[in-house]
């Protein structure tokens, strides 16, 4: 919801910056899918579970989703685009979730994207590389990435880069980081939980985060080197308490409903804030509209997953 607030406060200038450095989401979002695939997947490699066979997993899961986000925002292509004969390449390169590398933005058919595709990028070094690599290697790795990310930040004043024209080091390094983060994280710390006071404060500290406009603290990129080193770790560490309790009761069901609902907001809520602009809808409706509209591409994908599983289980 912060990157919601983010963007609609560039189609809306009237809105308020809520969320002026919510692009760090995307470093918690790296963080916390290294720290998911570590632990859902390092152990069914160490079984000869293929490394190819985990990527075209991640890619099958994801694909889908952001597909929809990218037929959506094909009548707003001209906007984002402005050179008509590179339509066609764009489409279809953004469409498989590759970056258009000349392009002032490597995914103009729906800017969000960039991250899922430094994602699957990360997917792919763990399913061949990362998962062999003791913690020390790790490491080492992710001190030499951050170093990088402060470059890139040091030159463009933030750490918001990666999505642009340019920029592909600056993200490599940014995925490499968190990712590599979350990795060490489940190894170094698994699944451990804190007092329930650590979840409501990781529960809080993002939209506080967040928080401060961007442009208080334009140019100031040790802000930002911060919060993606320090802050994320905790913040997922801290989320790991959140649920305490066992069984399935009314706290977890909303956190896994949260949790579907997450990555299709993600992947749609851009193209529908151009439709939502383009009706003349209120700024504050068109954000909360976004809601049920990633509900009904959440049910729909979990559908075909559904299926798709269903399906293969009744061949075998």
Known sequence: MCVVFLHASALYPQLPHYSGKAYLAVDFFFMLS??????TYEGRLAKGYLGAQFFFARYRRLWPTMVVGGLLFLPFLHEAAPEPGLYYKLVVLNLLLLPALTSREIFPLN??????FYELVANLLH????????????????IVALMGVA????????????????ELLGGI??????????IIIWRCWGERRLHAAWGIAALLAM????????????????????????????????????????GDGPGKWAARWAGELSFP?????????????????????????????????SLVTQSM????????HNIM
Do not use: N
Not at 111 to 116: K, R
Not at 127 to 142: D, E, I, N, S
Not at 151 to 166: E, F, P
Not at 281 to 296: Q, R, W, Y
């Open 34 to 39: 290294g720290f998911v695939m570590a632990r």
């Open 111 to 116: 800017v969000p994207a960039w991250s899922v």
């Open 127 to 142: 399913g061949y590389v990362l998962w062999r690599l003791p913690v020390r290697w790790l490491g080492g790795m992710c």
């Open 151 to 166: 470059v890139a930040s040091y030159d463009v004043g933030s750490m918001d880069i990666g999505s642009g024209k340019g």
């Open 173 to 182: 390094s940014r995925v490499l980081f968190s990712y590599g983060m979350g």
């Open 207 to 246: 939209p506080v985060l967040f928080a401060v406009p961007g442009e208080w603290l334009l140019g100031y990129w040790p802000y930002d080197l911060a919060v993606e080193a320090v802050c994320c770790p905790l913040i997922l560490i801290g989320g790991l308490s959140v649920l305490r309790s066992p």
């Open 265 to 297: 907001l993600y992947a749609i809520h851009f193209p529908l804030l151009y439709w939502f602009r383009d009706w003349q809808l209120p700024a504050e409706l068109a954000i909360l509209l976004c809601l049920p509209a990633a509900a009904v591409v």
């Open 305 to 312: 997953r559904t299926h798709r599983s269903t399906t293969r």
